[in-house]
Every structure is written in structure tokens, then in C-alpha cells.
């Protein structure tokens, strides 16, 4: 019944930039938390950002701060994650997630659904 659907992953080379979107199958899209999750290679899934119902709250992991931006567009019940600067480190699978609830959650644990991933490759 919940779907989050990831797309615009792909092969950049270090320096660039890719726009991650997740399409959300949710009743009532704009009360669900969002946020991006990254998982790589023998890694633990590792927050990356969120984005509160009406996006006044926004958290960012700290390998990301100040090359990622989150924004939702709830009207199309939409989440983006701009990525620049990418770096080899970035290198992952990522997901995105929903929380129905208040909290402004930064572990896997705290999520309810979550998209299958889209794999995002930097190159040397």
C-alpha cells in the first residue's frame, strides 16, 4: 500500500552533481517525515537528510552539510535530494524513507516505509 519509488541515480565523476527524486505513494503525503538514507559496500545504512511535514525543520548527516540539499514538494508528493560536490565517498545506494510520526527521527529504526534504492556511483 506505501511505495516510495527512488530515481535519478546514476555515474558522475568527483566534483559533480546528480538530483536524487522519490515519488511517494501516501495517504496524506505532506503529515510523513522524509528523509534519505545511503548504505554502502559492508557499510551500516547512514542517515544523509530530512525534511519535516512543512520543511521548517531540515537535518543534514555531517559528511553531507553544505553539498546536500533536501526539499518535498508536497503537491506532488515528492522529495529531492540535490547532491554536489560528489566525492568517491559518496558512493552508495540510496533510500529514501516516511515516518508518520512527530519525530524527527535520524536512525533506520525510526522510518515506516522505505523505497528499494537507486545507486549513486562517484567516479575518481
Known amino acids: 500500500q506505501v511505495q516510495l519509488v527512488e530515481s535519478g541515480g546514476g555515474l558522475v565523476q568527483a566534483g559533480g552533481s546528480l538530483r536524487l527524486s522519490c515519488a511517494a505513494s501516501?495517504?496524506?503525503?505532506?503529515?510523513?517525515?522524509m528523509a534519505w538514507f545511503r548504505q554502502a559496500p559492508g557499510k551500516e545504512r547512514e542517515f544523509v537528510a530530512l525534511?519535516?511535514?512543512?520543511?521548517?525543520?531540515?537535518f543534514y548527516g555531517d559528511s553531507v552539510k553544505g553539498r546536500f540539499t533536501i526539499t518535498r514538494d508536497n503537491a506532488k508528493n515528492t522529495v529531492f535530494l540535490q547532491m554536489g560536490s560528489l566525492q568517491p565517498e559518496d558512493t552508495a545506494v540510496y533510500y529514501c524513507?516516511?515516518?508518520?510520526?512527530?519525530?524527527?527521527?535520524?536512525?533506520?529504526?525510526?522510518?515506516?516505509?522505505w523505497g528499494q534504492g537507486t545507486q549513486v556511483t562517484v567516479s575518481s
Open positions: 525534511i519535516s511535514w512543512s520543511g521548517g525543520s531540515i
Open positions: 524513507a516516511a515516518d508518520s510520526g512527530p519525530r524527527l527521527g535520524r536512525q533506520p529504526g525510526d522510518y515506516d516505509a
Open positions: 501516501l495517504r496524506a503525503f505532506s503529515h510523513y517525515v
